[in-house]
């Protein structure tokens, strides 16, 4: 069985694998096809690339000091890393629009914004005035999602995918960054300092000595 | 000279009268003295034959059987008995227990037991729909049952074939409704399946040899399974089943005849429901168990052969039950939900048998021209003289997104989504587009929505559905 001292030792690989889950987990979760791409493969890529860069930037004598701050900072990153994920899971409903298909499944399809309506998606609303959601309005008179285009300018559904990647990546990098944050202050507890000079079964021991 | 009969063999003769006629008194003392009882169907009075009927003698453990005859007919030995109750069983029947009889008391002198009546537990074609239902409510009905789309077409097609229902406040149950002449197929598609049917008895020969043998080979496999006493049947219910088999074998023998008769028709469709039949009969078989997949592919099965046959009884069974359940009184299992088509939809396990594509379902367009108070739906007014062109209702002016019938006119093809649809049909004669009797208009919006409620494909092919185009001069 694998301990925790192994997976603290290859972190960055265990959390790069963690984050290749929660790629395709938020894949399922969120049921838009359109960025299923994105978002299985910048999960991990992120994951990789931010948790090897802290693990860079720790590279240096431990103190008690240098702990503490540590710990600040994983605290201000799980503060920002909520907030992030309020403002995301918003943009995301406003961004997008629930179509159920033949089969009874709700998918979500990014869509334009509300100013951004093409004239004949105006006239339609204004000759139905009953329809409310633009689900609705898709289903109407648009046949499906894949006709969404003439409801609304390109230029503004291009738009709403560029926030939805940032967005998304900016909740993985937060993400990322308090895991692997914490990961290297657990790892402490083992090792004597994060750049590998001693071997590992004398790490247990000389913790008490470093701080 | 007179014949004279030696005495010997005139004493052979008297003795042989004699004993004949002791026989019978004999015989007939017997059957005085045997208990008779009657043995009917409760719901239709008829006779049962070949029931088993137990009896218990209540003094001692004994007990032994005898059937009906032809007429329901069973007659007991009184002998040794002196209380006693009956168990009445036959197999499509529930199982009478009688009360316990007493014989001095209850038989009576005549020795006669009187009639019994088993309820069949069989589920038989729901009786005659006896509602008086509104006109809306009774032409939702037939379209359910002509696989038409409801649309506004459709009713006011209806309402111009039987102007008296718009003054009809309730439908009797026997209104005998003038439905709308399906509109014939056009010359090349005629020939299309002309076609086929030459290469089938060219080519294929083979394959109505296959055919025939399919066949028998799966009424002998049906055989088989209605005697295989100790089958596992697990969640369908054995009536459920027998049911369906039932219909299938006799769609089957139907169909037997039918091909020998025509020897060329639809042999290449029809073989693919036989064979998926035997397939999962076979499997039946094998496995001793009906599961609730098989069940599944049994009842598609049925349904398609009461379309394609179609043989009254099995249309009836599938056909009467209204637009959502196809067939909503077939039981499950006896204690569980009844099955409906409406709840196969979610089953996805079909799918793949059925090859379905959920997304997309096809259409038929068929034009009704009304012209001078008359409905055409046939000849040089109608036939290769339109074009039916459709798109999504607020895509009018997008060229990209229209459809169009695959061949001008009536009897054309198209497969569309699920999403409301708005229909135009030009003359190609004069270029001119059409108006629609609903409203006097230019173009019909139609929902495609009800099609979706069934299969896109079946064992046969593709799944097709009416789209009725009501259009005037």
Redesign the interface.
Known sequence: MIGMGTILQYRVAFITALFAIFGGALTLLLQIDEMETYYRSLAPLLALVVSLFISFMLKMKWSTKARNFLKVIISVLFGLLLIAVYMYTKFFLKATFPFR???DKVAYYVKGDKDSYTQ??T??RKKNPGITSDAE?I??????PH?KR??WTEESISNNILWLITGYCIVVILFVGAVSFLSEILSLKYPKSTKRSSAPKKRGKNNKDEE | MGHVIPGNILTAILCICASVANAQTNAYSYVQQMIKGEVLNKNTRAPIPSAEVKVKKTDSKNEYSVRTDEKGIFLINPKDLTSFTLEVKKFGYETYHSPMYNLKDDVGVNYNLGEITLVPTIVYPPPPDTVKRTPEEFLERKFAELDMLPTASAYTLLYALNPELKDIKLVEPGYKLILPKIPVMPPEQKKSFSDHFKQDSREDESLQFVLKDSIDYCKKLYNDFLFTVNINYKGASRDTTRRILELINKDLADYGREVRRTRKAKAIELIKLINGCCIILNRCLEKRVITYQDFFYLQHIGLQLALVLPSEISRKYYSETGPVSKAPSLEWGGQGPSITWSSYKDETTGEDFFENTRALRAFNVAIYLSKNGQVISEGDEVLKRFRVVCYPPALTGVEATRRECDSPATFAYITLSNAPYEFMVFDLRTGRQMKFVKDNADSEVISTEDAFREFAKTLMGVNQFQIPIYIKE
Request: proline residues 0%; aromatic residues 18%.
């Open positions: 298909d033949s089969e004949v998606a006239d339609f309005m289903r109407m008179g648009f046949e499906g006709n003439y409801a």
